[in-house]
């Protein structure tokens, strides 16, 4: 046993650490966003339009922090960026109208171009043999001690209404990032062997963007065809899923009557459920084929979006939860460690920047951490509330749709590496 988590030292050990302690303070308000964007005077349309401001805003400076990461060193950016991103969570605290909560999640995604290092970093850390149950690991643990979080959060909604628990709740985030900024510049490690081959400096920073977008372009042209399919579909994936994404609470409160504590009651089952199964999962993803791997996930994947539209009740939606839940506890490490095995080490922070990256949550959320991913999870945030709108099952017919197109084309086009990229 001691052999198969050797790899949970140094580095993984404190990027675990760190995703802990924002798991606890992030997944406590997370799925409460939506309502709390209705709650200060939003419609569907703004739910979207405040997600994908959010994603619109990475977008800007992304391209930067993969090029720092790959010439200047992963960890500084990841620090110093880190106790800005802790302030933006007090412009939720203090925020009187949607709009500024648009405002926070510009903000806060602006500065999360710290996020590529951090990959790249991961990447870095883990040997190859053990990549699969590397990742799985590195998110079970967090997933662990967070797995209440959902519960809580929904409770403190339902005892003190949104607004108050929300700021009081965003309040307890900025703490967390604080500790979480500090942890990471004092305990990580480098893991490039020449840092500092570029200043980094706020005079030079419009001059360094435009060679990092620069350096996008190129990293596009001479990533290898394997690694762009991979990319390309993953893109198309968070695009699907960020069409329905905001609105799996809003239809579950609205239509079937689920209170926000039985939603953080049915995450905190689901989370337990893959906490559990993480660990074992990774370590069948190394043994077999990640293509294959994820193509059958996304295609059982398929069944319970669709079944979503016909349930009435708590038990049905928690039993198409865990079934969802299933399969992204083998697709996540699939498609993390196809994209660690594909990508050079001396290339890594900048291919994670504009190619690479992301995840997705078949019955929740999708998260961008490259360009093209961040360009998809915007166009599909963007359009989810007008789809919604015009017909409130209509996001869930197209992603069931899409995920089976998508199985088939990750099996069908995926070609996996002979040999793994340390």
Known sequence: ??????????????????????????DVVWPFLSLYVLALGGRYETIGM?????????MILYPLGGYIADYQGRIRVMGYMTYVFAFTFLIFVFASSWEWLAVGMFMQSLVTFYVPAMQALMADSLPPERRGIGFATTMAIPSAVGIASPMIGGWLIETYGIRAAMRGLYAAGFIAGLVVATLRLKFLKETVERPNQIEVSLRGAPRMLVTAYRSVLE?????????LTLSLLVSACIFFVSIASPFWIVRAYEDVGISTQQWGTLMLITGAMNVILSIPAGGLVDRLSKKWVAGVCLLISAVPVLLFLTATTFLEILLLSIAGALTNTFLLPAIQTLFADMTPRSKRGRIMASIGGGGFWIMGGAWGSGVLTMISQTAGSLCSGYIYNYNRSLPWYILSAAMVALGLMFIALIEEPEEAEV
């Open 219 to 227: 990293t596009i042209r001479e990533a290898s065809r394997p690694l």
């Open 50 to 58: 405040v997600m994908a401001v959010g994603n619109l805003a990475g």
């Open 1 to 26: 046993m001691s052999g198969t988590f050797s790899f949970m030292r140094g580095n993984v050990l404190v990027l675990t650490i760190c995703s802990t302690l924002w798991r606890i303070s992030v």
